[in-house]
C-alpha cells in the first residue's frame, strides 16, 4: 500500500474534481478552470475575489446545545453552568484522542463510505470526533451508529437542521465519559462558500485541578482564490478560541483548531505561525521504534492528505488536514498536567474490498477523498 500511495506523488490522473460550497452549490475545476452548475450561482461566488475584511469582523451565532440520545431518542442537551467537582480519586493523567476527518460530500458509495469511514474512526477508540463536509446521508448513518448513540454527544439537532440542497456542514462529537460539554458556538466568518467556525468547551477533572479544554473545527475557504477569506478566518479563529477565559472557574485552558484547512500557499504557512499556533505534524517526532512513546505515522514524508487516494492534477497532494494548537493559558503555573501531542497517525489508506470506482487510486473505493488524522495527547 505504501508503494501504491507513493506513486500518486508522481502519476496524477487528470480528472475533473468537483468541490461543493456550504448551500449546496457544486464546483467543477478542469485544467485549472472553474464552472458552476448554474450561471447565477457562478456570478454569486465570484471565483477570482481578493475582497478581504478586518480581522475583527465576525459574528458569534447564538448558541445551540448540541443533542444525545436518550430514550431511543435524540434529545436537546443543556451545557451545564457549573464546573465539575475536584477529588482526590480523579485520574493523574489522562489520554485524549482526537481525530479530524473530511468525509467527502460526493454521493458514489455514500453509504459504503461513510460506514467504513465511521468504523476507522471509533475504532481508535475517540474522545473527541470533528467532521467536515457531513452532509445528511452521512448524518443519519452518524446518528444511528450504536457507539455514537451510547457514548457521544452531537453539536447539532438532527431534528432542527437544515442541510439545504445538497449542502454540508461541520459535526463535533464528544465522548461523554471523559468531559462535561460547557459550551457550543457556532462563529460565522467572512466567507462566499458558507463557511463557518465551530467551537466546544469542554470541562474536566485531572490531578485535582479542573481545567478546560477548547476545541474548534472549521472547513476552510477552499481553493487558491480563498486565501484571503482563509487568513481572516485563522484570525477569527484564534480570536474566538482566546475569547472570555474564565479563571474562576478553571485553573488552565488548552486549545485545539483542526479541520481541513485548505492551505494552497507556503505563505499560509507562515500565517499559522505569526499567530502563535503550532502544528501537532511537525511537534510529534516521527518514530520507528516500538517501544517508544512518540509515534508519528505518515503516509508520505510531507503528511499529505488530499490527492492521495483520489488522485488528480487539480488537487495534487497536500496536507489539507491539520491539527494545531495555541499555547495553554495557566493561572500562576500551577497546572501540571499540561495538553502535550504524543501520537500522530492518518486513517483512511485501506480501500474498501469488493467496491470500484473510475476515480479512485488503483479504481479503488476510500472511505474520502482525504486521509483522516488522529492525534493522541497526554492530559
Known amino acids: 500500500m505504501q508503494q501504491q500511495l507513493q506513486k500518486t506523488l508522481t502519476t496524477l490522473k487528470s480528472t475533473p474534481m468537483r468541490v461543493r460550497a456550504n448551500n449546496g452549490t457544486v464546483m467543477e475545476y478542469t485544467a485549472g478552470k472553474a464552472t458552476t452548475e448554474t450561471l ?141 460539554i460547557k459550551l457550543l458556538k457556532e462563529v460565522e466568518v467572512y466567507s462566499i462558500m458558507g463557511r463557518s467556525l465551530w467551537l466546544v468547551e469542554l470541562s474536566y477533572v485531572v490531578n485535582s485541578l479542573i481545567k478546560t479544554l477548547r476545541v474548534m473545527t472549521s472547513h476552510f475557504e477552499s481553493m487558491s482564490y480563498g486565501q484571503h477569506a482563509r487568513r481572516d478566518q485563522r484570525i477569527a479563529a484564534k480570536q474566538a478560541l482566546l475569547a472570555e477565559l474564565n479563571f474562576g472557574i478553571s485553573a488552565a485552558y488548552d486549545f485545539i483548531l483542526c479541520g481541513d484547512f485548505n492551505m494552497t500557499e507556503d505563505a499560509e504557512e507562515n500565517s499559522l505561525l505569526e499567530l502563535g499556533f503550532h502544528d501537532v505534524f511537525d511537534t510529534v517526532p516521527n518514530s520507528t521504534t516500538t517501544n517508544s512513546k512518540f509515534r508519528r505515522e505518515t503516509v508520505v514524508p510531507g503528511g499529505y492528505t488530499i490527492g492521495i487516494t483520489y488522485p488528480s492534477d487539480i488537487f495534487p497532494p497536500k496536507r489539507f488536514d491539520r491539527v494545531v494548537m495555541l499555547p495553554p493559558v495557566v493561572v500562576e503555573d500551577n497546572d501540571k498536567n499540561p495538553l502535550i501531542p504524543v501520537e500522530y497517525f492518518e486513517l483512511g489508506k485501506s480501500p474498501i474490498l469488493g467496491l470500484s470506482s473510475s476515480n479512485g487510486l488503483n479504481n479503488c473505493v476510500y472511505p474520502s477523498d482525504h486521509l483522516g488524522v488522529c492525534v493522541s495527547f497526554k492530559m
Open 40 to 180: 447565477s450561482e457562478a456570478k454569486a461566488l465570484n471565483f477570482t475575489t481578493s475582497t478581504t475584511i478586518s480581522s475583527t469582523a465576525f459574528i458569534t451565532a447564538p448558541k445551540p446545545s448540541g443533542v444525545i440520545f436518550r430514550a431511543g431518542e435524540w434529545i436537546k442537551y443543556e451545557p451545564l453552568t457549573n464546573p465539575p467537582e475536584a477529588d482526590s480519586n480523579q485520574p493523574q493523567t489522562m489520554t485524549l484522542r482526537l481525530v479530524t476527518w473530511n468525509v467527502w460530500f460526493e454521493t458514489e458509495h455514500i453509504s459504503a463510505r461513510s460506514r467504513a469511514l465511521l468504523a476507522e474512526a471509533l475504532a481508535t477508540n475517540p474522545s473527541i470526533l470533528c467532521f467536515q463536509e457531513v452532509t445528511q446521508p452521512f448524518m443519519s448513518i452518524l446518528e444511528e451508529t450504536e457507539q455514537i448513540r451510547n457514548n457521544f454527544w452531537l453539536s447539532y439537532d438532527p431534528k432542527t437542521h437544515n442541510f439545504a440542497q445538497g449542502g454540508y456542514t461541520c459535526i463535533v462529537a464528544v465522548n461523554l465519559s471523559y468531559f462535561t
